[in-house]
């Protein structure tokens, strides 16, 4: 991929008769951690699923790179997925396998790596993530926040280019979501992957956002884009401050 990773161009987001995002046009670059935010039910997590082809666009299209990932062949696009991964709002493992076959699932679908080399790299992974001697437990033996980061283990099984995250603190007490975000950074950091994140959290969007679209439910478009604290002090929109400004508000009262 080049400097731009992900180019949205001219979307529109509709089911059905109802849009619910029209015109968005932005570019999250290499390296960006990218926030998807805006209040509830304006499409964030739909973006996204538009973003990693699970849904289709009304009109308008998505590159990865210089390439159109809207109107790739499905094999193509196959192909561009591998080089993306997600993490979803419930961690989205498999209750019935152990952390290490969680990890492994994508690594015996998508590579030709010996069962005993594809443990090895599911163990390297939940290493990275602080899950270093939880190979062997199931989901439900550990909290939410650790739940999420063997997600985020097995969204990085791949070596993935790109790394989606859906409301990552969602169910997470302060703590586990601020521990989530600085490994969000460390990840960065140490893979040079490009991270979007969808979310309406004011301290990870502070803590980790290095790059932002707001998206706005009543005028069903997208109203700014820019690092959130340069928004949160000089937007000139009184929706994009207010909604970023909230937390003053709730230390006033």
Request: one cysteine or more; proline letters at 4%; charged letters at 25%.
């Amino acid at each position: 991929m080049g400097t731009s990773a992900i180019t949205v161009r001219d979307l529109t987001m509709a089911y059905g008769d109802v849009v619910l995002q029209r015109d968005l046009n932005f570019t999250v670059d290499t390296g960006d951690i990218f926030v998807i935010m805006g209040g509830s039910g304006c499409g964030k997590s739909t973006l996204l699923r538009h973003m990693i082809g699970l849904n289709e666009p009304r009109k308008g299209e998505i590159l990865y790179g210089d390439e159109s990932f809207t109107g790739a062949e499905p094999e193509r696009r196959t192909e561009i997925l591998r080089r993306i991964g997600v993490l979803y709002q419930s961690g989205a493992l498999w209750s019935s396998m152990t952390l290490a076959e969680n990890v492994a699932l994508p690594l015996g679908e998508f590579t030709a790596l010996e069962p005993d080399e594809i443990r090895e790299v599911a163990e390297l992974n939940l290493a990275l993530v602080g899950l270093a001697g939880f190979e062997d437990y199931y989901p439900s033996d550990i909290s939410g926040g650790m739940q999420k980061r063997a997600g985020l283990a097995r969204a990085m099984a791949l070596d993935p280019e790109v790394l989606f995250f859906d409301e990552p603190g969602a169910g997470l007490d302060p703590i586990s979501s601020r521990l989530l975000d600085d490994l969000i950074l460390e990840l960065r950091d140490s893979l040079g992957a490009t991270i979007v994140v969808v979310t309406h959290e004011l301290a990870s969007i502070f803590a980790i956002a290095t790059d932002s679209v707001f998206l706005d439910a009543e005028s069903r478009t997208m109203i700014a884009t820019g690092v959130p604290t340069e928004l949160r002090d000089s937007s000139t929109d009184e929706r994009v401050r207010r909604f970023l400004r909230r937390g003053e508000r709730q230390l006033e009262s």
